[in-house]
């Protein structure tokens, strides 16, 4: 297990120390239960129309509910993780893990309008999720659109299910795991550019409609030395370190 230290680096910064040979992910962005999570820090990239969201009670579980009700062009709504620069770099070189724990529903059309993911910049690692109608989830990584392309597996069950994308950064690529269960490695996404990096989640596209339901989103980088903002900055009390 990884020994964390935590040291003064001046003007009110901290930096994560790992002992040597060790190896942890340090959490730098979270979105936990009901909260908006524009209060926690994440930048609402797009709410277009057609779609809604807000705080919901979930048969009892707390969770923020993403809805597009549309199939028109640019009813699409998602959050972001816009990371500082050296965040960014850090997570592109050390590797980086979006984990959430998620329920979806599905109203109409073929393609999988909930989606989770990761974006460096000039690559999307995003998975579309889809409630089928006995219930499971099917995710499909995306290596193309439109159509919608890319293998997919099923979560098994309509209830909340975890869903992780994990990279070590070097290799580009990343991996896909299902309740625990790895289910995909060698994943290196689809060429997307954007204004900016950092994991993301929502919901959005023209083949179909549905409702997410997000119980828990945590994005982490794995690094040897990380340094993150000051505490007040960065919701401190939320930050831990997720041993793999």
């Given at each position: 297990?990884?020994?964390?230290a935590l040291?003064?680096?001046?003007?009110?910064?901290?930096v994560l120390?790992?002992?040597?040979?060790?190896?942890?992910?340090?959490?730098?962005?979270?979105h936990?239960?009901?909260?908006?999570?524009?209060?926690?820090?994440?930048?609402?990239?797009?709410a277009?129309?057609?779609?809604?969201?807000?705080p919901?009670?979930?048969g009892?579980?707390?969770?923020?509910?993403?809805?597009d009700?549309?199939?028109?062009?640019?009813?699409?709504?998602w959050?972001?993780?816009?990371?500082?620069?050296?965040?960014?770099a850090?997570?592109?070189?050390?590797?980086?893990?979006?984990?959430?724990v998620?329920?979806?529903?599905?109203?109409?059309?073929?393609?999988?309008?909930?989606?989770?993911g990761?974006l460096?910049?000039?690559?999307a690692?995003?998975?579309h999720?889809?409630?089928?109608?006995?219930?499971?989830?099917t995710?499909?990584l995306?290596?193309?659109?439109?159509?919608?392309?890319?293998?997919?597996?099923?979560?098994?069950?309509?209830?909340y299910?975890?869903f992780?994308?994990?990279?070590?950064?070097?290799?580009?690529?990343?991996?896909?795991?299902?309740?625990?269960?790895?289910?995909?490695?060698?994943?290196?996404?689809?060429?997307?550019?954007s204004?900016?990096?950092?994991?993301?989640?929502?919901?959005g596209t023209?083949?179909?409609?549905?409702?997410?339901?997000?119980?828990?989103?945590?994005?982490?980088?794995?690094?040897?030395?990380?340094?993150v903002g000051?505490p007040?900055?960065?919701?401190?009390?939320?930050?831990?370190?997720?041993?793999?």
């Open positions: 297990m990884a020994r964390l040291s003064s680096a001046g003007s009110g910064f901290l120390v790992l002992a040597a040979g060790a190896s942890a992910d340090t959490l730098v962005g979270v936990s239960g009901a909260a908006d999570p524009v209060t926690e820090g994440w930048v609402q990239d797009l277009g129309p057609g779609t809604s969201s807000g919901a009670d979930d009892g579980t707390p969770a923020w509910m993403i809805t009700a549309s199939q028109a062009g640019g009813s699409a709504n959050y972001r993780w816009a990371p500082d620069p050296a965040h960014l850090a997570a592109l070189s050390s590797g980086w893990r979006v984990r959430t998620m329920r979806v529903t599905n109203a109409t059309g073929a393609g999988e309008t909930q989606f989770f990761f460096t910049g000039s690559v690692f995003q998975v999720l889809k409630a089928e109608a006995g219930g499971d989830v995710a499909r995306l290596e193309g659109y439109p159509p919608f392309s890319g293998p997919t597996y099923t979560a098994v069950g309509s209830g299910h975890t992780e994308l994990v990279s070590d950064g070097a290799s580009g690529t990343a991996s896909f795991l299902i309740d625990g269960s790895t289910v995909h490695t060698g994943y290196d996404g689809l060429p997307f550019g204004a900016g990096g950092g994991a993301r989640f929502g919901c023209s083949e179909a409609t549905g409702v997410v339901f997000v119980s828990s989103v945590e994005f982490s980088i794995a690094s040897d030395a990380v340094s000051a007040e900055d960065l919701a401190w009390s939320r930050i831990k370190s997720l041993h793999r």
